[in-house]
Nanobody
């Protein structure tokens, strides 16, 4: 089942959004990635089955990744948004081999259609 992302939109700098990703129950890594046209997809945040989290330096302290108790809905709470956060946001799943889930695109798959986030200054 392809993940379904939602919650994107247009906000002003400093605003907040919460993204959701509905998927099937997954044991392993789940993560949020983002991509702007002409650039590679980059990792934003990930968590493993024990809810240990990994964040990119660019969002640390502003974004929070979490999921519901059924582990079928993945969230990304985004606070203090900046224009450079503007991108299409995707969720994906990947295997867990121990240690923090890596924020490498190649580790994840099963991408959804994405949800657009636009932050204006």
């Amino acid at each position: 089942v392809q993940p379904q992302e939602s919650g994107g939109g247009s906000v002003q700098s400093g605003g907040s959004l919460r993204l959701s990703c509905t998927s099937t129950h997954h044991i392993g890594c789940m993560g949020w990635f983002r991509q702007v046209p002409g650039k590679e997809r980059e990792g934003v945040a990930a968590l493993d089955s024990d809810d240990r989290t990994t964040y990119s330096d660019s969002v640390k302290g502003r974004f929070t990744i979490s999921r519901d108790t059924t582990k079928t809905i993945l969230y990304l709470q985004m606070n203090n948004l900046k224009p450079e956060d503007t991108a299409m946001y995707y969720c994906g799943t990947g295997p867990y081999y121990g240690g923090p889930c890596p924020l490498r695109t190649g580790h994840f798959g099963g991408w959804g259609q994405g949800t657009q986030v636009t932050v204006s200054s």
